[in-house]
């Protein structure tokens, strides 16, 4: 009885919560565009978001890693992380050379991998897939090989990219997207591509400016990309406020979202801090100003969440965050590097006030239609 009590009070305070937010969605009126031009749908939008208001709300539930992790419950070096449809996470830790596995409480289940160049082996591992109708587990390391395994850890395969890529996935159909950087001396560039399950191109989707060897700018504008449900690759280079979807069919450019907005200038100690670690000797060009955005994530159901330059307050950033037909609906600040939405839970891989890496998993409450 009391369980049903609880359960009733949790779902009229829901109730309450997304009422007045309901109600306001029926009132506030989007000031961007949409049209078509081409084959491509083009959304337009305004610098200011619909809402001004909370659009969403976090929660978290699950914490793993941090300054007192011990054992299994410890990382070296987080790059990545993925989760199954049953809510286990996989946490690829580039420096052990290995993926943590922990199922849906927390609990640490197992190891896959380890540091070495035999099969079912990694060096620095840089990416990290799940093919969920294969039911494979796929990890790019060494810059050119990606090592497949089934979700138990039982070492299935080895597949080149027959290139030298920084970021490697795989979609539900085992199709290979990549970046790739192209050394040729009169183009430096990153290109986007996909390959087949074999390693064999299939499309180039996009390039993008690579760093000038004359000239290092540390700020320099890096494309990103995402794959989504529907084996659309979501990408964006960040030289402008610009993100296209590709079709995971045609690979041609079916949509195209645009926002307004004013660039956030790097600051002298932006630039003092970058200085450090470079070498002497290197020519350093500074940008006036950081690109459009950083990177950004993906909710299953839709929604765009785009990580931007400007802070928060608390080592936050503030985060834009588009609704499922590329509307421009509300910012929220969150920390660096979200990984993504999935089943109604935003996993993030965070720093601590101790400077350690965090594992967080959040319930996700939204507040307005999206």
Known sequence: MKIHKAGMIIAWLALIAQGPAVAA????????T??????????RN???????????????????????AQGDYAFEDIRTLVVD?????????????????FDASGKYVKTIGRKGQGPGEFNSPMTLSINPLAGELVVHHDSQRMSYFKLDGTFLRQQSTKGLSIRARVDSRGRIVVMEIVFDANNRRYDTKKLGPDGNPIALLASSPGPDPARFNPFLAISYWQIDREDNVVYGYPA???ILSFGAESNKVFRKITRDYDPVDITDEEKKGELKDIPQGITVEFSKSHSAFTRFFL????????????KAGGGKLVHDVFDREGRFIGRIPLKPN????????????????????????????????R
């Open 85 to 101: 449809d049953a809510g286990n996470i996989f946490v690829l830790d580039s420096k052990a050379a290995n993926v943590k596995v």
């Open 338 to 369: 979200g990984m993504g939405i999935k089943k109604g839970k935003y996993y993030a891989v965070e720093v601590d006030e101790d400077g350690y890496q965090v594992v967080k998993r959040y319930v996700v409450i939204w507040l307005v239609e």
């Open 25 to 32: 969605s029926a009132q506030v009126k989007w000031k961007g």
């Open 240 to 242: 402008s406020y610009e």
């Open 46 to 68: 305004p610098k200011e978001p619909v809402y001004k208001t909370p659009v969403v709300e976090l929660k978290e539930d699950l914490s793993l890693g941090g300054a007192n």
């Open 299 to 310: 909710d299953d159901q839709g929604p765009l969440i785009v990580q931007t330059w400007e």
């Open 34 to 43: 949409t049209a078509k031009e081409g084959d491509v749908t083009v959304v």
